[in-house]
């Protein structure tokens, strides 16, 4: 089991910034990919970014330039910085692994085995 626990969500004006946090705890594993998702209101959850302990990365180009997901050394836990805010960013942000992942960095939801609990992001005009 692998556990994720997300913080650093919250209100902020367009234009600005928030970086997210996830510590992963639990059986975690050099072959997984580690990212992050989203869910606005009425939409589908969708991929934002990811990536794997090998060192491969993934962005959606919707979020491209603007967010940059990295990890800290000790392979326990991911951040997503966002910057340049925009109001269709609101929703909110989940983190999750995939496992058996090697050197893809992208996965759907239906592929991620573990999930947080999720932190919500408000972006206001």
């Known amino acids: 089991q692998v556990q994720l626990v997300e913080s650093g969500g919250g209100t902020v004006q367009a234009g600005g910034s928030l970086r997210l946090s996830c510590a992963a705890s639990?059986?975690?594993?050099?072959?997984?990919?580690m990212g992050w998702f989203r869910q606005g209101p009425g939409k589908e959850r969708e991929f934002v970014a990811a990536?794997?302990?090998?060192?491969?990365?993934a962005t959606a180009a919707s979020v491209k330039g603007r967010f940059t997901i990295s990890r800290n050394n000790a392979k326990t836990t991911a951040y997503l910085q966002m910057n340049s805010l925009k109001p269709e960013d609101t929703a909110v942000y989940y983190c999750?692994?995939?496992?058996?992942?090697?050197?893809?960095?992208?996965?759907?939801?239906?592929?991620?085995?573990?999930w947080g609990q999720g932190t919500q992001v408000t972006v206001s005009p």
């Open positions: 639990g059986r975690t594993s050099s072959s997984d990919a």
């Open positions: 999750a692994v995939k496992s058996g992942a090697y050197s893809v960095a992208y996965f759907t939801p239906g592929e991620a085995g573990y």
């Open positions: 990536f794997t302990w090998t060192g491969a990365t």
